[in-house]
């Protein structure tokens, strides 16, 4: 499985933008990956996902139209791109890589099997 390192998150006003990072410690190109939020007192809620093949990308209801999600194969890298942030967008955010490779799962956090340690992100109002 790959190790995974997110970067990017911080501290933002209501309207603003941040981008995130995540970094692999070995090749993605095969592997789903998502973009995964815990708030507190809350459970992990799917964010936004792009598969291995073709890059078709998912996103939740909540974020559709305000995130995108990318990835960058040759440099294992996939992004998370917020932009018209909300005070509900407060989380701690989490890559994640699905179970195994050449997989097409359900983008739910269950699917995901590597995960990163995590970054924060906050919205003030």
């Known amino acids: 499985q790959v190790q995974l390192a997110e970067s990017g998150g911080g501290l933002v006003q209501a309207g603003g933008s941040l981008r995130l990072s995540c970094a692999a410690s070995?090749?993605?190109?095969?592997?789903?990956m998502g973009w995964i939020r815990q708030a507190p007192g809350k459970e992990r809620e799917f964010v936004a996902g792009?598969?291995?093949?073709?890059?078709?990308?998912d996103y939740a209801d909540s974020v559709k139209g305000r995130f995108t999600i990318s990835r960058d194969n040759g440099r294992n890298t996939v992004y998370l791109q917020m932009n018209s942030l909300k005070p509900d967008d407060t989380a701690v955010y989490y890559c994640?890589?699905?179970?195994?490779?050449?997989?097409?799962?359900?983008?739910?956090?269950?699917?995901?099997?590597?995960w990163g340690q995590g970054t924060q992100v906050t919205v003030s109002s």
């Open positions: 994640a890589a699905a179970k195994g490779p050449f997989t097409t799962p359900a983008m739910i956090p269950a699917n995901f099997g590597s």
């Open positions: 070995g090749r993605i190109s095969s592997y789903t």
């Open positions: 792009i598969r291995w093949v073709g890059e078709i990308t």
